[in-house]
């Protein structure tokens, strides 16, 4: 049984910043890469920030966050966090993390999914 459990949304002002955290947990072999995505209401979930969990860590981030977000990863703790500045309104979503995960070494990789946390960016 894996649980991504998501943390760190909220309400703030444009221009504000928050950090979202995600901790994966179970009985876990490796976790290939871990992200996050969003999704607003009425529209299909992009993706936001992904990052990878060997060596240094390789990033990919949506253009409408470059500059403005940066997605970081504990392998130790199984965590990955998103720090979000200037913040717009169109930032406004529910924010997913999303981790790939292998329960053994030579297995398949699976994707699981956290429950989401709400981000409203508004005045």
């Known amino acids: 049984q894996v649980q991504l459990v998501e943390s760190g949304g909220g309400l703030v002002q444009p221009g504000g910043s928050l950090r979202l955290s995600c901790a994966a947990s179970?009985?876990?072999?490796?976790?290939?890469?871990m992200g996050w995505y969003r999704q607003a209401p009425e529209k299909q979930r992009e993706l936001v920030a992904t990052?990878?969990?060997?060596?240094?860590?390789?990033?990919n981030y949506a253009d409408s966050v470059k500059g403005r977000f940066t997605i970081s990863r504990d392998n130790a703790k199984n965590t990955v966090s998103l720090e979000t500045n200037s913040l717009k309104p169109e930032d406004t979503a529910v924010y997913y993390c999303?981790?790939?995960?292998?329960?053994?070494?030579?297995?398949?990789?699976?994707?699981?999914w956290g429950q989401g946390t709400q981000v409203t960016v508004s005045s």
């Open positions: 179970g009985n876990i072999f490796s976790i290939n890469a």
């Open positions: 999303q981790a790939l995960i292998m329960f053994r070494s030579t297995g398949p990789v699976y994707s699981y």
């Open positions: 990052i990878t969990t060997s060596g240094s860590g390789s990033t």
